[in-house]
């Protein structure tokens, strides 16, 4: 903003002022954060788009309305007002279903991406987190008790890094081990792991207790090779965006085949997403991917498809239940 603002270099006047905050409902922690995640804001809109020049009126009204949202968001939280859907992983060798991630959707016409960058950058994702998880286990141990469901749940790379919701998780996952076989973790890449030797050490307690963990969007982001180096996984998720190019560009399939050779030789399972059509299926089956996730097997939906509730129903299919887009 400075370079903005002086160009030349000519100096700076800076003048500090103090501003009340319509922070009644928010811990002084929340309300720090609130203020950097405004700062960050401010700085992407930069000096000339502040109307009149007036940056101490538009910083408060960013801040008030960062500060409105966060208050939103754990109200969402506090009322569990999320909806969860369900999204089909099909093995490419056999094509069954292998098992369904368990994808949040915020209400209310809420953009479900937006409030989830929101908050994470808020630090309020493994509360989130938290409560996609003991929904997931809610499901497996009352409705779908018995039956073949699998579930993956993700979990942010800042919440993997947050004491108290590890230790949360693997207290809940101690109390529920009868679900190892049936319910994984995706680590997401949206968030960056600083701390990645205290993580790895994490999902390796998850995974003693048997249940896997997948390293998600693979590709999209410059570290996933470093995370792949320092986290045992059993699977890995490649980035649609590798997928979609998949039958056009040459430099893609290189790639992705590299990537499944790599894979393959450290015994990590290989898992395709955005998969649309048959040609996609049959390059990722030479490329030897193992499994894929995609429109071609099914959106998501509200109830899981092909798996049928105990409380009865129809298969896949709650009475009202409407299919949702990702």
């Known amino acids: 903003m400075t370079r903005d603002a002086d160009p030349d270099g000519n100096g700076l006047s800076v003048v500090a002022t103090d501003m009340a905050m319509d922070a009644t409902t928010l811990t002084s922690a929340e309300a720090a954060r609130a203020v950097i995640h405004t700062l960050k804001q401010f700085e992407k809109l930069g000096a000339k788009g502040v109307p009149n020049g007036d940056l101490a009126s538009a910083f408060h009204e960013m801040l008030n309305g960062t500060i409105a949202k966060l208050a939103d968001f754990k109200q969402i939280l506090s009322q569990n007002a999320i909806d969860l859907v369900y999204q089909p992983i099909v093995g490419l060798q056999d094509g069954q279903l292998h098992h369904h991630e368990l994808l949040a959707r915020f209400r209310d016409g809420r953009k479900t991406f937006e409030y989830i960058n929101f908050g994470e950058s808020m ?57 190892s076989g049936r319910l994984l973790f995706e680590v997401t890449e949206s968030a960056e792991i600083t701390d990645l030797a205290g993580v790895n050490e994490v999902l390796q307690d998850i995974r003693g207790m048997g249940f896997q963990v997948c390293l998600d969007d693979f590709g999209a982001g410059a570290a996933s090779f470093q995370y792949l180096q320092a986290l045992t996984v059993d699977f890995v998720k490649i980035d649609g965006a590798y997928v979609r190019r998949l039958a056009d560009s040459a430099r893609d399939r290189h790639m992705l085949a590299a990537i499944t050779a790599m894979c393959a030789d450290l015994k990590v399972g290989v898992i395709a997403e955005m998969v649309e059509t048959e040609e996609q299926v049959r390059l990722l089956r030479d490329l030897g991917a193992t499994h894929a996730q995609g429109y071609l097997f099914g959106k ?24 949702l887009w990702a």
């Open 123 to 179: 630090g309020m994702n493994a509360q989130l987190d938290l409560l996609v998880t003991r929904r997931a286990i809610e499901d497996l141990t009352t409705d779908f008790d018995g039956t073949k469901l699998s579930l993956a749940v993700n979990l942010s790379g800042n919440s993997l890094q947050d004491a108290g919701f590890t230790q949360t998780l693997l207290e809940l996952l101690r109390d529920h081990g009868k679900l």
């Open 300 to 323: 998501p939906t509200a109830e899981p498809a092909g798996v049928e509730r105990r409380t009865g129903g129809r298969v896949g299919r709650r009475s009202g239940a409407r299919e």
